[in-house]
Structures are given as C-alpha cells and as structure tokens.
C-alpha cells in the first residue's frame, strides 16, 4: 500500500501563528516523505527550540524534540547508531546560526548522511520577536526597539565553509518547490543542508510574504514582480564531480558565491550545490569497522543466550599480559 | 640495618616526554615478570613536554594499593628529581643519579616552578648547604640514604664503541639503563629484564639486542661499583597466576566494551582521554562462541567519535541511546559543567546515557592533571529542577571494571542518566591484577523492547513511551523500530512524549519519574552498592568512597599490626544512597571518621542529609595529589588517641 501524506499527521493541535511559514515546511516535510514512500517508522525527525522545535510532534514519524542549538548533535547520535534511519533535522535561525554555530560547522565537517532543514526568518519569534542571527545590520523589525546592530550571517555560505555537501535554499510559500529539494536532500549521501526563507506573520514586518512576494512592487498592470526566483537550472548547473578538474570546481563555486551574495531586489532559490566529491561519514566509518552496515551500533546483540557479554577480550588481555 | 625482601616503594622522575613512562613500564613489567605485585601512580604537570613528571611503583609479593609518603629508592632522569624528592627518601633508603649532574645548581633548572626553587633554598641554606644537587645529595646521605651515582654518558660510550647511537636512540637507552642500575641496587634477576625488554619490543631484534647491552653493562657496573647491601631485595616468586599490568582508564575501556557500549563519544580532557583513545585503538574485537552463535556476527565493534565539545559529546551519545544503542561519553569536570543541560533532558526523556565521569582539582580549569573527588556535590545535583539519576563511584580498578558493566545495566533498568564517578587517581593508577571475568556481571537491558514485542503492544493505539506504571518503568524502543514511534521532548509531556502543560499529567509524570529511583535502591544488591572491610563491631569506623579505598585498606592492616582495629565502609552507589544499610553499619561505632579528597567533606554531608548522622573527624585532602597509605595511618591513629581536630587535612605529595 503506498504512504499518503496523511500518514505522516499527527493529531496534535497545532500552535503555531496564523499565516507562519512553519506550515509550509511541516507540509513540504511531510509530502517528501510520503513521496519518497517511506515508512512512518523509518523517519526519525529531530529539532532544536522554538516555534520550529515543535515540528516532530506534527509528523508522525519517530520524533525528537531537543535542546536549544542542540539538533545536530542528538540525530548524528541518532543517525550514527541506527544508518538505516532517515534522519531530518530541523531548527531555527537562532537556534541553528547562534547558540549552534558549532555545531552546524562541525556538522558539514562530518558529512552524516543526513538532512538539516533551517527555518529562517530573521527572528526569535518564540521569545517575541529579537533579531535573529541572518536578521541583516540596521534592519528594524516589529518589537526591535532599535535597528539590528549586528550583520547578519549568510548560512548558505557558512555551509558551504563548513563542508556540507548539498546545499540548497527553499521559500516556505513555495511548498512543490521546497518538496522537490528535501527529495533531493534526503536521497543525497552526505550532510545535505536546506536553508529555508520563511516570514514571521507575527514579528518580522520586513521580509514579509509581501516583500517576498514583491507586492510592493506593483507593475502598470498591476502584477507583482516576486523578489524569489528559481536558479536557472540551464545556466547555473551546481554539482560538483568526480573527475572535474580543480579549474571546473572552482568555477562552481564562484558561481556558488556570487549566487549566494543575491539578496534584496533577487532573491535566489534552488540547488546550490551537489557535491559528489567528498566522502560521507559512514563511508569513513567502513574504513575502520569494515561490518558497520550489517551490525550497527543499535543492531549489535551484546549479549548472548545467558546474558553473559558477546565480547570476547582475550585479544585485548593479551596485550596487557605482564605474565 | 635490616634488609626487607620483595616490599618497595620505588620513584622515577623526569622531564615530560623523555621517556619517564616507559622506563617505569619497562621497570613494572621486569618486577611482575618475576612473580612481583606492582601498583603505580604517575604525577605530571598540564604541559607537552619539559615538566617535572614522576612516578611511584610499588613492588610487593601481595597485591597492594597504594602510595607511599616517602620511597625507599628514588630514580632520577634529571636534576630536578633530585631536588623535588631528594628530602622524601626514607633513611637507610637510596637514591641513584647521573654523577654528571652534581654540579647542577638549582637555578639552573629550567622547569622548576618558583615556590618549590625557593622553598627547596630555604632549606639548603637553613642546612648551611649550597645550591646544588650535589648539596640536595649530601643532605639525603647525612640522614644515613645510599648514593648511586652512574656515569650513564661513559656507560653509553663504552657500549657505542664504534658504533653511531642516535640521540633519541641513547635517549631511551638512557631508561633502560636507569631500570638496570634499580635492578641492580635491588639485587634483582637481570633476565627479568630481559624479559620484559623482549616483551615490549616485540620482534625488533636489533633494538632489544641494543638495549640488553646497555643493560648488562649498567648491571655490572653497579654490581662492581657499589655494596650490594640496600635495604630492599627483590627476589622473583613462583606463581602460576596469570597477570595484567593494567591502567584505570583502560579497566574503564575494557568494561565499557565488556557491557556493550556500541558509541562511545568524547572531547579530549584530561584526565579522561585516554579511555577514547584506547576503545578506538581497539574498536574491533572478536565476539564469543556463544555470541556467534546466537547473532552470527563474528566480531563486535565500538564506534568512537571526537565531537566539537563536551555538549556534542553528551547530545550525540544520547541520540545514539535512543536508538536503543549503549552509548556512553567520558570526561572530566569541566567537561561534565558543560553537559549539564542534557544531562537534564536525558532525565526528563528517562533516556540511560552513561557518563564516566573522571573527576580532576577544580574548579574552573583548576589542577587540570591532578587529583581530587570534588564533583560529588556537583553531579548528585546537575541540572536544573528535579530528576533521577545513577551514580556509581570505583575505588579500586577491579571496581573500574565492574563498575563500568554494572552503570550500563543500571541505566538501562532504570532509565535514567547514569554517572560513573571516577577520579584522576584511578585514571593514572596502574596495577597487576587478574584478567577480569566479564561474566561476572550479566548482560540486563531492562525494559527494551525489539519490533516483534513493540508491535503486538502497539496494535490498538500507538505505542505509550511513557505509559504510567507501578514501577515507574515504562517500556521503551529503539528509533526505527517498526511499531513504535514516539516522541521525545524537553518539554514536560504526556504517555506518548507530546508537550503538555496539563496539571495532573504534570505531577504523574514527576512521579514517575522519582519512583525509578526508589525501585533501583529496593533491587540493586547490597554487595553493589557498599563494601564493609575489618571488624564490624570496631570502635572506630571509617566512611569513604572513590579512589581512597586503596589506602585505606592498605592502612588497615598497618593498624591491626599495631593493634588499631578498624571498620571501613566503602559506600559506590551514592544516588540512590543505601541509607539505612548504611546507618547501621556506622551507628554503633564509637568513633566515626570520613575520608574524602576535597575541601569541605561532601560524602560526609550527603551522609548527614540522608541518615542524620555526624562524623567525629572529617579526613580531607585537597592538595592535588592522591592520599597515601602513611597518612591515613597517621590520621587514624591520632584520632582514636582522640588527640586529633575535628578536621585533619593531609597535604604529602610533591
């Protein structure tokens, strides 16, 4: 029988704002997974603090609901012990980019074959409204009693320094669009990291839907002029692999860079970069323990029939043995 | 002056990285080699390389454990062991030297921290000394200790005839040569030595042949050289015991990977490190007979991960837990300060995550390689709000071992966080003991379900994570298991793990949690949660935990020598807290004594919160260095002659 999208609902009520962009990504989660005909239990969804924290309980798939900044860590745990989970993590801007900057760069340096989704909208909504870490310099939203006075981070290219190895960037009101790039995340072999651009109906009175939208932006017909756009598949191609020369990936990414630096007027969206190149972890992983994908951590019997210990240390005494 | 056979405490100092380690490895193996018990405790400073580092062995034809005050033959690599230890050879004992360094004043010693130079200046100059280490020496032989002066360089020399020896090469020839020179003065087996040289360099012909000859012509250079009358003799016995020589952070290792610890994470501290490093240099181990034949898995492994902190480390090893893995993480204070916010959340989500806990002087970055039990306050109540949690303390490496099987079963039967309290004195403790026997301690998950019995509960209604029962224990399952989703969350939740807010959930839910900890002081066996040493009707009682043990029962026996009759109470499992076994175990003592390495005597307190009972004289050492057999005599005998304050604090240790 194939999965519907309904069975990855749960029937938790739902307190988010009216009108959040967390709508349009708890959908889009749910709609990739149901596509991807996978099973409820097969799913493990971990998240940080905040409004984008309580995500897991409104799929209906294993749900970890964490620490503040905290997300990586808990499903590369998870992720680590159990391989044949599919592992999503979600978390927001303030959460991801500020108390777990450490953890997002460490993260891409790992290449977990996992997927992080990054709720961003430029605010702390849950604490009412403070400026995120993306909010940019001298932006004032709703309940800032002073412009920001810190630059915002740009996380796509923090991602990119910190080595993961998908990078791609959705719009919460673009939901078919932001279906087709967590497919895309997921099935990747690698820390695959979806930024997603999402207004705060409640808090961020800049980058609304609006402003997204390009309503203020009217043309003599009346029609908006959207400041999201779709990277041009045909013109800016982002995988990277092997074989390319050293020239070619570096042409990649300075394509990667200046699409990256777009903001304001254009607004880029899509696949910034595959990178096929790098080793993902439990590669890695096969080098030292050459049965991990047969008996992983979680799958290791430990104990025989008379609960005595499966391991055997007499290699291990040997070694110590003085006589 | 009588000669003692097979009882020393031996002391081999030098700078940082020049080999000291090996020369005591080298010096340990040739004694055990012969039948000989050894226990070692290594002290260094937080620096690569220069410092002043030394070890004390002690070689005896009964196990022992623990240090002494002084030593009876002092090994020096370098000037500075002379000064820092030149006072703390026992009379009658001895102390062997490079003669080339005699002249070697004080100042020019480059490592030496400056209390310890003028201090030791002070002292010279109150003897009318000068200020060298020929002056330290003279002292040492005016109080009746042997000198051994060698000419290591002419030794060197008269081997290398002809042949080139490298520095690094002559270098660690140079501790091969200092273990010979012991041997020698101890009128020990030479081919001990070379069994152990051997050993150590297993296969490497030319190196062992290199070695031997520098050893051999030490050996007969001391022979010749000097009386062959030193206070200890060292005669190998015939045993046909099996033997390690093990460390406290591989007892850990070796339990961990017994108990199956399948994830292992960890951010380098010192003094915890080395339990990562060794499961990593062994993650792949054979499995069982009877393993095999019940999983078909040929081998076992343990995954080892560093992680960018002490939060990654504490987080990855619970998300590895819910997966229904043993996972564990080992650290040090610092470390543990940092993972306090998880620590909470694996209570609230009743998640088993074992944290070893290796504990250091503090706080802040404090003493960051010496030794103290100063966390015990801290991990009974990280965290903030309310919670259950396990904690275990090892007194012993045999302890490590167990301990580090049994903190696994505990989590798991309980559900909660569990802590394995450990200290740096353990950590760099060494010692020769039987292989351990890992079935000693049997495999107990608890309440973990696999997908056949997840889904014949879950088939009306999904699967309840945190279903309310008598015990307090719900059933649980791994991530990705079919069946039985669930739900985790910081916040407070309800059976299914969602958010809730809900008054009455709230309190069911608190106790719950709380009641796993009544069940785990009702099952957990006496036998696991304290030991009772020497007379139990004893007028005078002494409470400890931790790494004390060693000394104190080597106390004991000094004092029943001496006609002291003593009652120890080991307490391990101090959360929960065998309250009222252990009330009456100390009630009827006239004299009770607690001894514990920290400032302010929290076990003591702990003790008084849970029985009301009050000690007579709190034991405490908070110098940074481990206590020793001497003191605690000392300590004991001064208060049963009811001569002693309140409070004694022991500050030996150089």
């Known amino acids: 029988m194939p999965v519907k999208v309904q069975d990855f609902k749960t029937a938790v009520h739902n307190n988010w704002c009216p009108g959040c962009g967390d709508f349009g990504i708890l959908n889009s989660v749910q709609m990739a997974l149901a596509e991807m005909n996978l099973e409820p239990h097969q799913v493990a969804v971990f998240s940080g603090i905040g409004c984008s924290g309580k995500t897991p309980h409104y799929i209906n798939a294993y749900g970890v609901h964490t620490l503040h900044g905290r997300v990586l860590p808990f499903a590369i745990g998870g992720k680590l012990a159990n391989p044949e989970l599919t592992v999503v993590a979600v978390g927001g801007d303030g959460d991801g980019m500020g108390i777990g900057g450490g953890h997002f760069v460490n993260a891409g340096r790992r290449n977990v074959d996992m997927t992080y989704i990054l709720h961003n909208n430029g605010v702390y909504g849950l604490t009412k409204g403070q400026a995120s870490p993306t909010l940019k310099l001298g932006v004032q939203t709703k309940s800032l009693p002073m412009p920001n006075i810190n630059e915002g981070i740009n996380p796509l290219f923090l991602s990119l320094a910190a080595g993961y190895t998908f990078i791609a960037r959705g719009y919460a009101y673009d939901i078919k669009h932001l279906v087709g790039l967590i497919k895309q995340a997921i099935n990747h072999r690698g820390a695959s990291f979806v930024e997603v651009l999402q207004p705060c109906p409640t808090y961020n009175d800049i980058n609304t839907k609006d402003w997204y939208g390009g309503e203020d932006r009217k043309d003599a017909t009346g029609r908006a002029a959207p400041r999201v756009y779709k990277v041009d598949e045909k013109s800016y191609n982002p995988d990277i692999k092997p074989g390319m020369s050293a020239e070619e990936v570096n042409g990649k990414l300075a394509n990667f860079v200046s699409k990256a630096m777009e903001w304001g007027d254009r607004i880029p969206i899509g696949i910034f970069m595959k990178n096929e190149t790098t080793s993902s972890y439990d590669e890695r992983i096969l080098e030292r323990i050459p049965f991990y994908m047969q008996v992983p951590p979680a799958k290791r019997l430990i104990a025989d029939e008379a609960n005595r210990s499966s391991a055997d240390l007499t290699p291990l005494f040997n070694e110590l043995k003085v006589r | ?654």
Not at chain 2, 215 to 225: F, G
Not at chain 2, 553 to 563: F, I, N, R
């Open chain 2, 1 to 654: 002056m009588s000669q003692r056979t097979n009882s020393l405490a031996w002391l081999l100092g030098g700078a940082q990285y020049s080999g000291v380690e090996s020369s005591v490895t080298l010096f340990a193996r040739a004694c055990a080699a012969g039948g000989l018990h050894i226990y070692s405790q290594r002290e260094y400073y937080s620096n690569i390389m220069g410092e002043h580092s030394y070890f004390q062995v002690r070689v005896d034809e009964k196990p022992i454990h623990s240090i002494r005050s002084t030593a009876d033959l002092i090994v020096s690599a370098d000037a500075e062991t002379v000064f820092i230890h030149g006072r703390n050879v026992n009379p009658n004992g001895g102390i062997i030297y490079d003669s080339k360094l005699v002249d070697t004043p004080i100042s020019k010693v480059p490592m030496m921290e400056h209390q310890a130079r003028e201090e030791i200046l002070h002292y010279l100059k109150s003897k009318g000394l000068g200020e060298t280490v020929g002056d330290m020496i003279k002292d040492a032989e005016k109080r009746g200790v042997r000198l051994y002066p060698i000419p290591y360089d002419e030794l060197l020399q008269k081997m290398a005839s002809g042949q080139m020896i490298q520095l690094a090469q002559g270098r660690r020839i140079a501790n091969a040569m200092a273990v010979a020179a012991s041997l020698a003065v101890l009128n020990y087996d030479i081919k001990k030595l070379e069994e152990a040289l051997t050993e150590i360099f297993q296969g490497k012909k030319k190196i062992i042949d290199l070695n031997m000859k520098a050893v051999e012509i030490t050996y007969d250079y001391v022979r010749k050289t000097f009386k062959n009358d030193f206070l200890v003799q060292l005669v190998p016995i015939a045993t046909k015991e099996t033997r390690l020589y093990v460390g406290g952070n591989q007892a850990v290792a070796l339990g961990k990977i017994a108990a199956g610890c399948t994830v292992q994470t960890y951010y380098p501290i010192s003094p915890a490190t080395d339990e990562s490093t060794y499961l990593e240099a062994h993650g792949v181990f054979p499995h069982t007979r009877e393993a095999q034949d019940v999983s078909g898995a040929e081998k076992g492994s343990i995954l080892v991960i560093q992680t960018e902190d002490e939060i990654a480390a504490i987080t990855m090893a619970t998300g590895a837990t819910l997966t229904g893995a043993r996972a564990a993480t080992s650290t040090s204070g610092p470390g543990f300060s940092l993972m306090v916010e998880a620590l909470g959340w694996a209570g609230i989500n009743e998640v088993p995550v074992v944290v070893q806990l290796y504990q250091r002087g503090s706080p802040s970055t404090g003493l960051p390689t010496r030794h103290e039990q100063g966390d015990l306050r801290f991990v009974l109540h990280a965290g903030h709000g309310e919670f259950p949690r396990i904690v275990l303390a090892s007194g012993d490496l045999e302890e490590c071992f167990y301990d580090a099987m049994r903190i696994f079963n505990y989590a798991e039967r309980y559900q909660t966080p569990a802590i394995h309290l450990l200290d740096k004195a353990l950590a760099s403790s060494s010692q020769t003991l039987a292989p351990f026997r890992s079935e000693m301690v049997k495999i107990d998950r608890g309440a973990l379900l696999g997908e056949r019995e997840v889904m014949a509960k879950s088939s009306n209604g999904g699967f309840k994570r945190f279903e309310y029962t008598d015990s307090g224990v719900s059933e649980r399952t791994g991530l990705g298991t079919k069946g039985g989703i669930f739900w985790n969350t910081g916040d407070e939740h309800d059976e299914y793990g969602h958010i809730i807010e809900d008054p009455t959930v709230r309190v069911q839910m608190m106790e719950k949690r709380a009641k796993k900890l009544e069940l785990a002081a009702k099952e957990i066996p006496l036998s696991e949660k304290m030991n009772i040493f020497g007379d139990p009707k004893a007028e005078t009682v002494i409470l400890s935990w931790g790494s004390t043990k060693g000394a104190i029962l080597d106390a004991m026996e000094v004092l029943k020598a001496e006609g002291v009759n003593v009652c120890f109470v080991q307490v391990r499992l101090i959360q929960p807290l065998p309250s009222e076994e252990l009330r009456q175990a100390v009630i009827n003592a006239k004299r009770r004594l607690c001894i514990e390495n920290n400032f302010s005597g929290q076990f003591a307190g702990w003790v008084r919160e849970h029985t009301g009972l009050t000690m007579d004289h709190l034991i405490v050492k908070y110098n940074g260095r481990p206590m020793s057999m001497d003191e605690i005599v000392n300590a004991v005998k001064q208060s049963v002659k009811g001569k002693a304050p309140k409070r004694i604090v022991l500050t030996d240790g150089e």
